[in-house]
């Protein structure tokens, strides 16, 4: 329907508006999933999306890191084969390679807009601001749309340091960096967490010099040293150079390349310098006063167990509520918010949630680590099995890392995994289903894996903590 609404400057002007029964602000990965579900319930469901359907995840993140980090495996798998007696000469044509990201990513993003069609959504394009706590308008065109039930799915985006903002074209925040395509002789990475170390591990790999600086004492701060120690041994035999307890004071740009000032009085100087400082909400348009929702000192939306923000009826989901930033949480919060919103369950049940570095070696955890399940009052016991005792290890020539596993004695349950090593990422789903449905060591032991696989790993991790080892003798 159309209303009149009287301009500043005393003109009449036709405003479309509309009434749904959801309307979800962010098409990313939380968002799309989210209307999905709304729909199979039986709601009718706006989505506005700013942007493209998929978000950060799909087309700036996730996915075409992903994609950059295989075909770095591939050359320097192929470079560094001479040992199983394999000589090869390659060479990269970087241009195609982000060409070939750029044609996966979109025809992902199709499969998107085809879910959200067949699944009824009105994906409106736009950026949408509240006007009240159950309505918002949506700019440019000035569209109204009103529910009774909004969820705002906006996610986040990539910060800045204050005097060094990423220009696009020399420093390069980690949305900038699929834009490029020239291969960089050399890449400054400020910040040495997970995206930082990621887009190190890419480029380094395909044959660019990498310098990695980083405030804190360790790359990938939070995680545990002896996850930490192959994959900076990997960065390393790449010749990526590490500076850690390092500041960044300046950066200089001249004559089309850059230099960094370092506290310690290093100058190190690249073709561009990537910011990978972390990340902050998007919520700058969303005029989240007139929808009277708090955030908290950061900007990030404040939720309860049910998803629910200061304001009845408003809910919010997966990165613009903060940590951790993981594309799955919020397609899994996208799943139970719908499902609380229409009464289906009482409140998030919480699954236990797997985080994954995907460097070479991988690092993959989930639930409780050692410390943690101490300070918490556990009775802790682990089982820690090395890839050297793997024979699905040996035949690829990958024996560095482990998995661990962490379980309550005296209750006999998983409590947390961690792994490190080659394609962990596929193995710390199975820990994940574990440790949500209270598996029993003893169970975990007992199941059998096909041989030679990875994945072995995990049961034989168990069969040490029952003090029954078969393929490693910890003497």
Not at 106 to 120: A, F, M
Request: one cysteine or more; aromatic letters at 4%.
């Amino acid at each position: 329907m159309a209303g009149d609404k009287i301009c500043p400057f005393g003109v009449k002007v036709s405003v479309l508006s509309k009434k749904v029964d959801v309307l979800v602000i962010g098409g990313g990965p939380g968002g799309y999933v989210s209307a999905i579900r709304f729909s199979q319930l039986g709601k009718k469901v706006a989505l506005v999306e700013r942007d493209a359907l998929g978000g950060t995840c799909l087309n700036r993140g996730c996915m075409p890191t992903k994609m950059l980090l295989h075909a770095g495996k591939i050359v320097w798998d192929a470079t560094h084969a001479e040992r199983i007696g394999i000589k090869t000469s390659i060479s990269i044509d970087f241009s195609k390679t982000q060409g070939w990201s750029r044609i996966a990513t979109e025809k992902r993003r199709r499969g998107v807009e085809y879910l959200c069609s067949s699944n009824g959504i009105d994906v409106v394009k736009g950026v949408a601001s509240f006007a009240s706590p159950n309505s918002v308008v949506v700019q440019p065109q000035g569209e109204q749309i009103q529910s009774d039930c909004i969820l705002i799915a906006t996610g986040s985006k990539p910060c800045g340091l204050p005097s060094m903002e990423p220009d696009s074209q020399l420093v390069l925040n980690s949305d900038d960096i699929f834009k490029i395509d020239k291969l960089p002789n050399a890449l400054a990475i400020v910040g040495g967490g997970i995206i930082g170390v990621e887009m190190a591990t890419a480029f380094a790999s395909l044959g660019t010099r990498v310098t990695i600086v980083e405030i804190m004492d360790q790359i990938l701060p939070g995680l545990d040293a002896e996850l930490i120690a192959p994959v900076l041994s990997q960065l390393k035999r790449m010749g990526v150079d590490v500076r850690l307890k390092t500041k960044v004071v300046e950066i200089l740009k001249r004559d089309g390349e850059v230099q960094l000032s370092l506290d310690d009085g290093g100058k190190p100087s690249a073709d561009r310098v990537l910011l990978a400082v972390g990340r902050s909400p998007n919520i700058e348009d969303l005029n989240l006063g007139a929808a009277r929702v708090t955030t908290d000192k950061k900007g990030f939306v404040m939720v309860n167990d049910r998803f629910e923000t200061t304001t009845q009826g408003i809910y919010a989901i997966g990165d613009v509520t903060g940590i951790p930033f993981l594309a799955h949480r919020a397609m899994e919060e996208g799943v139970h918010a719908a499902e609380v919103a229409c009464g289906v369950r009482d409140m998030n049940p919480r699954p236990a949630m797997p985080s994954v570095v995907y460097t070479d070696p991988e690092i993959a955890t989930v639930g409780m680590g050692e410390e943690e399940a101490k300070k918490r009052g556990y009775d802790v016991v682990v089982g820690k099995f090395p890839f050297t005792a793997s024979g699905r290890a040996q035949t690829i020539g990958r024996l560095e890392g482990f998995v661990k596993l962490v379980a309550d004695r005296s209750g006999g349950t998983l409590l947390g995994a961690q792994m490190v090593g080659p394609d962990v990422s596929e193995l710390i789903g199975e820990c994940s289903a574990f440790i949500t449905c209270s598996t029993a060591v003893e169970e975990i032991a007992s199941g059998v894996h096909p041989h030679p696989t990875l994945g072995e790993a995990i049961p034989e991790a168990a069969k040490l903590i029952l003090g029954k080892p078969i393929h490693f003798a910890d003497i």
